[in-house]
């Protein structure tokens, strides 16, 4: 995948996607998988705002019984199989674990009730896989001394056992949001990030494309399409707000967002279970209920949600919103014992609300997504808009606004191929057997750990990394301060993961910053291939690090005494070979 502005500004798409986030990529290759010529921009890069701020689950809609929500439980429970069966390497099989109580709606009755309809809904929810690895087992309710062998430091007075269910992790979502897009150029779009649409093009009440500013170089250019996809996320009103003759922002409601918060904090118990734990705090603001999800030798906690009514560039997280968070853990997981500094990584994203809510009010989230036909709702031709709400179901989202842009361009739309076509990736028939294999093969001497962990980032195609290890041997070795990204990954980010900068590697093409900063002298040697790729100068190199050190600031990641490394530091600079 390369940045190709010319060929975006010389020719006429059929449709141009505004917004790289996991449901602009989504549309992408679902557009691209129908044989539509797709340019797909991104403001800043793939993947890096809301569709990054997860708590990494693929939803199968257990919470929708609640509010007997079928139909959405249906579509959770089918997008949930499709991400397990068609990316295998990035999508797991999780158990998760709430205690039951004596009564209420936490009882081992009304649990065990909630259980077997969601086994009863999702019955079919293994039916087209082929692989065990990535089957959803049947849920159960288990006795109490079950419940505490597999989580022992819970808190023991009126627990009377547990409700254990299955769920989809997703190991990367920054990753899997990238595959989408590489999925969508492999069949024939154009993508590229750090490309800002700064006005629409219009002609005879008809969008036409958009005028855009690439970011990196500062050239101005149009891109022509026939429709135009608004899936800016957060951004999506304001985009509708500079184009003055649509009163479409205020019907998205751009203020209308809630700030969603997970923290990612040191592993608070030994088990590979997700669980679910009520809230004692009760408070307008207060968490209802508190989800712990290991991943990555951490555990990642939330989701804390508040109003927001602010500039979604400005979004960020205080000091006192993180230690409200872990007073409020504590109090549902005392044997936690968790305190500010066990806090290495904080996420934080916006997701559209129900309604504007007033300062200290609990305002819930939108209960479903929002596809826009501008032509229905005001008469301007040519464009859609979309405002999504979960990760998991951004391809369904994406079927039905690739369905509404066919017929804008008067072709039958049919059945959707993302349905039965694997990610970038996932063409892997039996997972385990798979990492098994290829580790015990150790690929040009590479440990197993290694192995297995390119396989869970690139799946099928990891080996099209380790092709860089021919060129040079000294790409086989790991970056220093990880223990499983090699310095291969860097230069493949570059050369065929359109990374721009510093931060596109650490945080979102690589593992090397998604826990927490991985320290200066990683910062350094990634600063240093890709400087030798792209032909940074010293000043770049120190604007890069600097860049990427206020990134983790941001996300109150960096580590102590950090700010004094923020001076200039040399780094070597080898300027690359040939143009590639």
């Known amino acids: 995948m390369e940045r190709n502005l010319d060929k975006l500004s010389k020719t006429a798409f059929d449709l141009l996607i505004i917004g790289g986030g996991v449901y602009g990529a989504a549309a992408a290759w679902e557009a691209a998988l129908r044989g539509l010529s797709v340019a797909l921009v991104e403001a800043a890069d793939f993947g890096g705002a809301t569709s990054a701020n997860s708590q990494k689950i693929a939803h199968g809609g257990l919470r929708y019984l ?23 390497h990035a999508v797991v099989p999780l158990p998760c674990l709430m205690p039951t109580r004596r009564t209420g709606t936490k009882s081992r009755t009304v649990m065990a009730a909630a259980l077997w309809a969601n086994d009863r809904i999702s019955s079919d929810r293994n039916r087209l896989h082929k692989d065990p690895a990535t089957f959803i087992p049947n849920s159960r309710v288990v006795s109490r001394e079950e419940c505490f062998r597999l989580v022992p430091t819970l808190r023991r007075d009126g627990v009377t056992g547990a409700a254990v269910w299955y769920d989809g992790q ?13 999925g969508a150029v492999e069949h024939g779009a154009e993508a590229a990030n750090y490309v800002r649409v700064t006005e629409l093009l219009r002609e005879n009440g008809h969008v036409a494309g958009a005028r855009v500013q690439d970011a990196l170089s500062g050239r101005r250019f149009e891109i022509r399409s026939r429709v135009v996809l608004n899936t800016a996320g957060p951004w999506v009103g304001r985009l ?32 590979k279970v997700a669980l679910g734990l009520a809230n004692p705090v009760r408070s307008a603001t207060s968490l209802g209920l508190i989800f712990f999800t290991p991943w990555r030798d951490r555990t990642i906690i939330g989701t804390a949600y508040t109003p927001y009514a602010g500039d979604p560039d400005e979004c960020g997280i205080s000091e006192e919103e993180i230690r409200v968070f872990v007073r409020e853990v504590n109090a549902a997981f005392p044997a936690a014992r968790l305190i500010r500094e066990d806090v290495s990584y904080v996420h934080f994203g916006l997701l559209p609300a129900a309604r504007i809510g007033k300062p200290g009010e609990r305002v819930p989230l939108r209960k479903h997504y929002q596809l826009i036909d501008h032509e229905k709702s005001e008469g301007v031709r040519g464009l859609v808009s979309v405002i999504g709400v979960k990760f998991t179901t951004a391809r369904d989202v994406a079927e039905q606004a690739i369905r509404c842009v066919m017929r804008k361009l008067g072709k039958a739309a049919g059945e959707s191929p993302s349905r039965t076509t694997p ?24 440990h197993p750990t290694i192995v297995k962990q390119l396989i869970h980032s690139y799946g099928s195609r990891y080996r099209d990394v380790l092709a860089w290890i021919d060129e040079d041997r000294t790409m086989a070795e790991p970056v220093v301060g990880s223990s499983e990204v090699i310095r291969a990954q860097v230069r493949h980010a570059v ?10 590697v650490v945080f979102r093409r690589t593992d090397l910053g998604t826990v927490g900063h991985p320290g ?8 240093e291939i890709m400087a030798a790729e792209l032909s940074w100068d010293a000043a770049r190199v120190q604007a890069e690090l600097a860049q990427t ?26 300027h690359p070979k040939a143009a590639r």
């Open 240 to 271: 509708l707000e500079r184009d003055t003759q649509s009163p479409s922002a205020s019907k998205t409601n751009s203020r209308a967002f809630l700030k969603a918060v997970n923290l990612i904090t040191r592993p608070l118990y030994g088990r």
């Open 66 to 88: 609640q509010t007997l929500d079928l139909a959405r439980m249906r579509e959770s429970v089918r997008e949930r199989s499709l991400l397990l069966r068609h990316a295998p």
């Open 549 to 574: 050190r206020a990134e983790f600031r941001r996300h109150a990641c960096m580590p102590a005494g950090a700010h004094k490394a923020a001076a200039p530091i040399d780094v070597k600079i080898r």
């Open 520 to 527: 200066e002298a990683c910062l350094r040697e990634c600063a």
């Open 495 to 504: 050369r065929k993961e359109a990374a721009q900068k510093l931060s596109d």
């Open 170 to 182: 997703i190991l990367n979502t920054e990753r899997l949001t990238l595959a989408y897009v590489l």
């Open 423 to 446: 990610l970038f990736g996932g063409t892997i028939n039996r997972i385990d057997e798979f990492l098994a294999n290829e580790s015990r093969s150790r690929p040009n001497g590479l």
